[in-house]
């Protein structure tokens, strides 16, 4: 795992140790988890650790209390669907402030195997700023930090990284599962390498664009993001997304980039953003007063063929308007010709693992990432501090 130590790589046995995991899950108005997907994803680093006799100390943000308590967002629901899925009681640690009197109490009282999990960490203004004494209330719980938080690597909050200053960090499997699959994809793939990007802006992924044209044998272009290419070629747009600031940047990158970028030939128009607006199939130019909603069949069959050869394909970004069903077919068809590659397949976060999940392809998928804007940045080629904290091996 990029040469950082892993769970494996410490002693464990009768030790406290913190574990920052993703929790991060949606609740209906009940308290009711509505997907445990994240809550399934830390299992086997919780479980490694309770059979090697640790003292499993679990912390998680969830939500976005903004520094003080808020009951709606308490882990107290997934404390219970812990005990349910390890078959053990997890004791909910109630503080307000995370590192309270109930959250001493409970680790004074572990023996061996024990599983604590703390209250949301942002219930702390503290935690998203990084702020020494939080960090340092949190380590002093523990003996061993493991970072198993994909979806909060790129935030240097005191949970994910405040906390290796003072007691030794190691990544859990969740990480090291997101490295190996998002790191060799793009840096040691089996090729030919095909990257799939879709979503609304170029501006919010030109830094990918940027990297990934060094490294990939073709780079696809649909969703939003292609209109701004198709100004760059000349044609008309109509009221497609659009933005005018980056024509003169499209146009670098066609010119530079050669025959790697494939960009629609066709694309679904409608006259309204809705999903039963009447709509048409255009190639070249989009008329005044339509906008382009999703990839047509020309550019699918085209994608499609450019994907039959690939061994390594990393998807970030739909194709089109994937929540209308009406405009989902490019994104559907994309996903559809993913499953039955025989090829590694890495879905990068975001949207793209809705629009997988959606189609019910994601059991077909090599590899579906748990970390929208980390897995972006990953793909940016930056270096995520909640992995630079770790130590290396």
């Known amino acids: ?3 950082k130590k892993t769970v494996e790589d410490v002693e464990v046995a009768g030790k406290k140790v913190l574990v920052r995991c993703d929790f991060n899950v949606p609740l209906d108005e009940n308290g009711n988890i509505t997907d445990e997907t994240r809550i399934v994803g830390a299992l086997p680093t919780i479980q490694y650790l309770v059979n090697n006799g640790a003292k499993v100390i679990l912390c998680s943000h969830m939500g976005k209390p903004k520094g003080e308590p808020v009951p709606s967002m308490s882990l107290a629901p997934v404390a219970k669907s812990l005990s349910e899925k390890l078959g053990k009681e997890v004791v909910f640690a109630a503080d307000d402030n995370v590192v309270g009197e109930n959250a001493k109490a409970a680790v004074q009282a572990m023996k061996d195997g024990d599983v604590v999990l703390l209250e949301n960490t942002r219930y702390r203004k503290e935690e998203t700023k990084n702020v020494d004494e939080f960090s340092q209330e949190l380590a002093s719980l523990a003996e061993v930090f493991v970072d198993d938080a994909f979806g909060t690597a790129h935030r240097a909050h005191c949970s994910n990284v405040g906390v290796s200053k003072y007691i030794p960090a190691v990544g859990g ?22 990257a799939v990007l879709g979503g609304s802006k170029v501006s919010s992924k030109i830094s990918v664009i940027e990297n990934l044209l060094k490294k990939v044998d073709k780079l696809i272009i649909g969703g939003g993001m292609a209109y701004t290419f198709f100004a760059a070629q000349g044609k008309t747009t109509g009221t497609s997304l659009l933005e005018a600031d980056y024509i003169d940047y499209a146009k670098k990158m066609l010119d530079e980039a050669g025959d790697k970028i494939i960009l629609p030939v066709d694309a679904v128009i409608a006259e309204k953003f809705e999903n039963d ?5 255009v190639e070249g130019n989009i008329p005044e007063g339509w906008m382009g909603l999703d990839i047509g069949p020309k ?3 085209l994608f499609k063929s450019v994907l039959s050869d690939a061994k390594t394909v990393v998807w970030n970004g739909p194709m089109g308007v994937f929540e209308m069903p009406n405009f989902a077919k490019g994104t559907n068809e994309i996903a559809a010709k993913l499953a039955e590659l025989d090829a590694v397949t890495v879905i990068g976060g975001g949207d793209s693992v809705a629009a997988v999940n ?5 059991d077909k998928m090599t590899h579906i990432s748990t970390g929208g804007g980390a897995s972006l940045e990953f793909l940016e080629g930056k270096e995520l501090p909640g992995i630079a904290c770790l130590e290396d091996k």
């Open 1 to 3: 795992m990029l040469n």
């Open 173 to 194: 499997y969740l990480i090291q599962k997101e490295i190996e699959f998002l790191g060799n994809a793009v840096n040691a793939p089996v090729r030919p390498l095909v």
């Open 277 to 281: 607006a009447p709509s048409q199939v």
């Open 299 to 301: 550019s699918v069959e």
């Open 358 to 362: 959606q189609a019910g392809l994601g």
